[in-house]
């Protein structure tokens, strides 16, 4: 079809193209009565191709079989007019977690698990079908904008236990290289430690911000996975040994030492992270000194008056040991741990004193300053909550 974005394919009128990849592209679609929808077609320059015709229609197959609430739900196939063949699915409205870690980096560790679960719950459930995915990598799993994750592209799927339906040649290499198991590299079966395999190298990416082997050349990357020592994410990342430890033994070169399921690589993960947050996880006594400034009128004068006041206090309370909780154009909460030995404000009462002086005195009509005393939580040296940093009124 020469101009598919003026089509109407089995009553779905194409529109924009979201997307294309080696076998199809993705077309948003409407249909009266229907709510936006996607359609991918295969590229009409493999029409004539038999092989790509079979494997772009199994995808349609194997994401019916699987009809899990992490992959995408399929509606209807078929072929347009020109005999291309097409499925029809859901749209999905978000962003791939490749971009979403390219904006951010690395990615926190409860983040990281939230993403993982739903994604080794589903490949579960898929590998119970015998669908093996092949290619999982942070460009095929999706973060929507009401927060389901989904895992994309099963277009080059494994079916276990199918025979005459296999799409692929003996020793052929299927795959993408970033995240290409050793066996998927040498031509050999695949199994579900296949994915244990791309679940370890995602798990590394999230975590570190990284791939496991980044290199210019796809020879030596391919020849990395396959045969190359693996790397500790704790290399590029600050995680625990434990959380190191999973992830070198899903990636780990003999599929047979893997994690025997997706689900047990995220019970073990998620054993680990538990764990590391667990051990740097402690309650404090501290003190919090909280401050806020009246208003300050229109007069640029008193604003940059109010300002002077508040990193005067500021600097005081650094000086004493305060940290800084949280702070503004009008206003701060600094911590400061108590001594175990003294667990008392009374080490601090002069310079609590005198920035308090100072804020009421110097600061416009109306200003707060309160001091309290309670139980700080911390992760690692990281103030990560408690009740006395709750805002005084």
């Keep these: 079809m020469s101009d598919r974005k003026a089509a109407t394919i089995a009553g779905y009128t194409l529109g924009e193209e979201l997307g294309q990849g080696g076998f199809g592209t993705v077309y948003r679609v409407q249909k009266d009565g229907l709510p936006d929808r996607a359609l991918k077609i295969l590229n009409?320059?493999?029409?004539?191709?038999?092989?790509?015709?079979?494997?772009?229609?199994?995808?349609?197959?194997t994401l019916r079989a699987v009809a899990h609430p992490n992959c995408v739900k399929v509606f209807e196939s078929g072929r347009d007019g020109d005999g291309n063949p097409y499925f029809v699915m859901e749209l999905l409205e978000g962003r791939d977690l490749l971009h979403h870690l390219r904006e951010f980096g690395r990615l926190a560790h409860d983040e990281v698990l939230d993403i993982l679960e739903p994604l080794c719950m589903a490949l579960e459930v898929a590998h119970r079908k015998?669908?093996?995915?092949?290619?999982?990598?942070?460009?095929?799993?999706f973060l929507c904008k009401d927060g389901r994750v989904v895992i994309l592209d099963f277009g080059i799927a494994k079916l276990l236990e199918a025979p005459g339906m296999t799409l692929t040649?003996?020793?052929?290499?299927?795959?993408?290289?970033?995240?290409?198991?050793?066996?998927?590299?040498?031509?050999?079966?695949?199994?579900?430690?296949?994915?244990?395999?791309?679940l370890g190298s995602l798990a590394f990416h999230m975590f570190t911000g990284r791939i496991p082997f980044d290199t210019d050349s796809l020879t030596l990357t391919q020849y990395l996975h396959g045969h190359a020592?693996?790397?500790?994410?704790?290399?590029?990342?600050?995680?625990?040994?434990?959380i190191d430890q999973v992830i070198l033994r899903a990636m780990a070169l003999d599929a047979s030492t893997r994690h025997t399921s997706s689900s047990h690589f995220f019970k073990e993960l998620a054993r680990a992270v538990v764990g590391e947050q667990e051990g740097n996880y402690r309650e404090v006594q501290a003190i919090v000194a909280y401050c806020r400034?009246?208003?300050?009128?229109?007069?640029?004068?008193?604003?940059?008056?109010?300002?002077?006041?508040?990193?005067?206090?500021?600097?005081?309370?650094?000086?004493?040991?305060?940290?800084e909780v949280c702070r503004g154009m009008r206003g701060f909460s600094f911590a400061r741990v108590l001594d175990i030995a003294s667990p008392t404000v009374a080490d601090s009462d002069e310079v609590v004193d005198t920035v308090r002086r100072l804020i009421l005195g110097r600061g416009p009509g109306g200003s707060v300053f309160s001091v309290r005393q309670g139980v700080l939580e911390m992760l690692g040296d990281k103030i990560s909550g408690g009740q006395v940093l709750e805002p005084i009124e």
């Design 229 to 242: 020592a693996r790397i500790a994410p704790s290399a590029h990342s600050p995680v625990s040994p434990e």
């Design 130 to 141: 015998g669908v093996i995915h092949r290619d999982i990598k942070s460009s095929n799993v």
């Design 44 to 61: 009409s320059e493999l029409a004539c191709v038999e092989l790509a015709g079979k494997r772009f229609e199994r995808e349609f197959a």
């Design 293 to 323: 400034l009246g208003a300050c009128g229109d007069s640029t004068k008193d604003a940059l008056a109010a300002i002077d006041t508040l990193d005067e206090a500021v600097s005081m309370l650094q000086e004493s040991g305060f940290v």
């Design 169 to 198: 040649m003996t020793n052929q290499i299927v795959g993408t290289a970033c995240a290409m198991s050793p066996e998927q590299l040498a031509g050999r079966e695949v199994s579900p430690q296949t994915d244990v395999y791309g």
